[in-house]
Nanobody, 126 residues
Framework: EVQLVESGGGLVQAGGSLRLSCAAS????????IAWFRQAPGKEREGVSC????????YYADSVKGRFTISSDNAKNTVYLQMNSLKPEDTAVYYC???????????????????WGQGTQVTVSS
């Protein structure tokens, strides 16, 4: 059974940092990408970042470039999202997903996703 378990969300002041973790199990970790998506109340889901567990390639939405860093510990089957310089507009539920493909366009980050985690809340106060 594929499982993606997020942790690390919480409440932080603007300018602060959080590190999200996604522990994956039930599949061959190296064969897939892991992507983070987020959804704020009343807004569509948005791709945030993605990493290839195979070769470490990374992708970022323009809105988080330079502030967020995605990394992978293949020995632990875990992906991390380090979020620095957080802004109130980063407030959302963050989802870890398993993706067969990740890509960026001139407006967004996208992915072909087949599994979602349960999500973790990130709240940034002003």
């Amino acid at each position: 059974e594929v499982q993606l378990v997020e942790s690390g969300g919480g409440l932080v002041q603007a300018g602060g940092s959080l590190r999200l973790s996604c522990a994956a199990s039930g599949f061959t970790f190296d064969d897939y990408n892991i992507a983070w998506f987020r959804q704020a109340p009343g807004k569509e889901r948005e791709g945030v970042s993605c990493i290839s567990s195979r070769d470490g390639s990374t992708y970022y939405a323009d809105s988080v470039k330079g502030r967020f860093t995605i990394s992978s510990d293949n020995a632990k089957n875990t992906v991390y999202l380090q979020m620095n310089s957080l802004k109130p507009e980063d407030t959302a539920v963050y989802y870890c997903t398993r993706a067969t493909v990740c890509y960026t366009t001139n407006v967004a980050l996208g992915a072909l996703i087949d599994y979602w985690g349960q999500g973790t809340q990130v709240t940034v106060s002003s």
